[in-house]
């Protein structure tokens, strides 16, 4: 079964400093891999994805992931948080259907805290 | 363009009674997507409609969930009778369906916050 998985719960960094929050897939085919952030009181948005195009994706907000399919991971980056960075964000797989349709798996979600 | 719309935003109800949730998705878009997020997890899929047809509805308690979606176009999710497990926050997306959904950009409602006393 396809699954994904978020390394940390929290990550915690000090504004202008890097950004690594984790996310592990498993696939028996090769994937669609998304990351969307949820702010305090927002809805959920779209920040990048990936669908077998070039393997190092960019995003919104100076956010980028690069897909390894040898490491079956898909981490998120980012080379300098600023405090609006904080928020929810979650990992998700496309995951195939037999019906040859494609459902959506979110990870639990790691929370981002950033300090002055 | 408009967003996707849900209503209400807040619900409480006792247990045993129950509840609706309505979901208008952006104009255009074939997927709707039905999730529950509860307090410190990801978002859970309950159903997944392609026009109005079923894609999947693994995750759907059936016992006290129904969602329907009519004229593939607006959906709403019932739940009868709720538990106090129920409370969550509701969430619906929609997307434009392409590939069989397998690139799809999910665009979320603000979701409806469901407490169950």
């Known amino acids: 079964a396809q699954s994904v998985t978020q390394l940390d719960s929290h990550v915690s960094v000090s504004e202008g400093t890097p950004v690594l929050l984790r996310c592990n897939y498993s696939?028996?085919?090769?994937?669609?891999l998304f990351w969307y952030v949820q702010h305090p009181n927002k809805g959920l948005q779209l920040l990048l994805k990936?669908?077998?195009?070039?393997?190092l994706v960019k995003g919104i907000n100076g956010f980028e992931a690069e897909f390894k399919k040898s490491e079956t991971s898909f981490h998120l980056t980012k080379p300098s948080a600023h405090m609006s960075d904080a928020a929810e964000y979650f990992c998700?797989?496309?995951?195939?259907?037999?019906?040859?349709?494609?459902?959506?798996?979110f990870g639990r979600g790691t929370s981002l805290i950033v300090h002055p | 363009e408009a967003g996707v719309a849900q209503s209400p935003r807040y619900k409480i109800i006792e247990k045993r009674q129950s509840v609706a949730f309505w979901c208008n998705p952006i104009?255009?878009?074939?997927?709707l997507y039905w999730y529950q997020q509860i307090l410190g997890q990801g978002p859970k899929l309950l159903i997944q409609?392609?026009?109005?047809?079923?894609?999947?509805d693994s995750q759907l308690p059936k016992d006290r969930f129904s969602a329907e979606r009519l004229k593939g176009v607006d959906s709403t999710l019932k739940i009868q009778p709720a538990k106090l497990e129920d409370s969550a926050v509701y969430l619906c997306?929609?997307?434009?369906?392409?590939?069989?959904?397998?690139?799809?950009?999910?665009?979320f409602g603000p979701g409806t916050r469901l407490t169950v006393l």
């Open positions: 998700v797989v496309s995951v195939s259907t037999s019906g040859g349709s494609y459902i959506p798996t």
């Open positions: 104009s255009g878009h074939a997927t």
């Open positions: 990936y669908t077998s195009a070039a393997t």
């Open positions: 997306a929609s997307g434009r369906g392409l590939a069989g959904g397998r690139a799809d950009t999910q665009y």
């Open positions: 409609f392609q026009n109005n047809g079923v894609v999947d």
């Open positions: 696939s028996s085919y090769s994937p669609s």
